[in-house]
C-alpha cells in the first residue's frame, strides 16, 4: 500500500471545487512556519531586516544577498547571512550590534521572502513520476500541467492519479483528463500528488 495513505483518513469522495486550502493546524499554527524557519538563506534571496531600536520608528532594511552572501546593514556594513536560517540571522545581527556597543537593546526580525515564497506556493508529488518532491506551484495550475512540471508521469504509470488535500482524497482518471471528457482539477498550496503504478 502506497506510502500516501497510511498518512491520511480514507478516501472520501468530494467534489475538488468544494475543497478549500488549509491555512492553519489544529493548534492555529500557520502551515509551513517550521519549514520557512529551517531554511537556510542562499545568494540572491530578497530578504527584510527590522531594527527595532525605538518601537516608535523601526529601521527597515530591503536587501537582496549578493554572490558572497552578504547583506548591507546600517552601520555595520556587509554582514553575511548565507547559510544561516532567518532565526540564526536574526540571532547574529543582534549579537553584532550589542557587541559592538553600537546599541545597547535592538530587536531584530528578519524575514526571507524566498523562503516565504516557496512555502506558500508548492505542491509534492509521489509515485511513478519521473521528479518526486515539492515543486513550485503557479496560480491556476492544473493537475496536468503539475504532472508535466514534475518530468512527466513513468513509463510504469497507471491510469490512476490521487490528489490529497487536508486528509480527504480524491481519485482521477488521467486518460480522461487528457482526452478532455474530464475536468482537469486546480492544484493548491500544500497538495499530494500520487501517481499510481
Request: glycine fraction near 8%; avoid cysteine.
Given at each position: 500500500?502506497?506510502?500516501?495513505?497510511?498518512?491520511?483518513?480514507?478516501?472520501?469522495?468530494?467534489?475538488?471545487?468544494?475543497?478549500?486550502?488549509?491555512?492553519?493546524?489544529?493548534?492555529?499554527?500557520?502551515?509551513?512556519?517550521?519549514?520557512?524557519?529551517?531554511?537556510?538563506?542562499?545568494?540572491?534571496?530578497?530578504?527584510?531586516?527590522?531594527?527595532?531600536?525605538?518601537?516608535?520608528?523601526?529601521?527597515?532594511?530591503?536587501d537582496?544577498?549578493?554572490?558572497?552572501?552578504?547583506?548591507?546593514?546600517?552601520?555595520?556594513?556587509?554582514?553575511?547571512?548565507?547559510?544561516?536560517?532567518?532565526?540564526?540571522?536574526?540571532?547574529?545581527?543582534?549579537?553584532?550590534?550589542?557587541?559592538?556597543?553600537?546599541?545597547?537593546?535592538?530587536?531584530?526580525?528578519?524575514?526571507?521572502?524566498?523562503?516565504?515564497?516557496?512555502?506558500?506556493?508548492?505542491?509534492?508529488?509521489?509515485?511513478?513520476?519521473?521528479?518526486?518532491?515539492?515543486?513550485?506551484?503557479?496560480?491556476g495550475?492544473?493537475?496536468?500541467?503539475?504532472?508535466?512540471?514534475?518530468?512527466?508521469?513513468?513509463?510504469?504509470?497507471?491510469?490512476?492519479?490521487?490528489?490529497t488535500r487536508?486528509?480527504?482524497?480524491?481519485?482521477?482518471?488521467?486518460?480522461?483528463?487528457?482526452?478532455?471528457?474530464?475536468?482537469?482539477?486546480?492544484?493548491?498550496?500544500?497538495?499530494?500528488?500520487?501517481?499510481?503504478?
Open positions: 500500500m502506497a506510502i500516501i495513505d497510511d498518512l491520511f483518513t480514507p478516501s472520501v469522495s468530494v467534489s475538488p471545487s468544494a475543497w478549500v486550502p488549509r491555512i492553519s493546524d489544529d493548534n492555529g499554527t500557520p502551515i509551513g512556519t517550521s519549514m520557512v524557519a529551517s531554511r537556510e538563506l542562499k545568494p540572491g534571496d530578497p530578504v527584510t531586516v527590522k531594527l527595532i531600536v525605538n518601537l516608535s520608528s523601526p529601521a527597515v532594511i530591503e537582496i544577498i549578493d554572490e558572497e552572501g552578504n547583506i548591507t546593514l546600517p552601520i555595520i556594513g556587509e554582514f553575511s547571512l548565507v547559510g544561516l536560517t532567518t532565526a540564526d540571522a536574526e540571532r547574529s545581527i543582534r549579537k553584532e550590534y550589542l557587541d559592538r556597543q553600537i546599541y545597547r537593546n535592538v530587536e531584530v526580525n528578519v524575514i526571507s521572502k524566498a523562503a516565504q515564497g516557496a512555502v506558500e506556493q508548492a505542491y509534492s508529488i509521489t509515485g511513478a513520476i519521473k521528479s518526486r518532491g515539492r515543486h513550485p506551484i503557479r496560480p495550475m492544473t493537475l496536468r500541467q503539475a504532472i508535466i512540471a514534475a518530468g512527466d508521469v513513468t513509463d510504469f504509470a497507471g491510469d490512476k492519479i490521487r490528489i487536508n486528509g480527504i482524497t480524491e481519485t482521477f482518471s488521467y486518460r480522461k483528463i487528457k482526452k478532455g471528457t474530464i475536468p482537469d482539477p486546480i492544484i493548491l498550496h500544500g497538495d499530494i500528488i500520487e501517481v499510481t503504478d
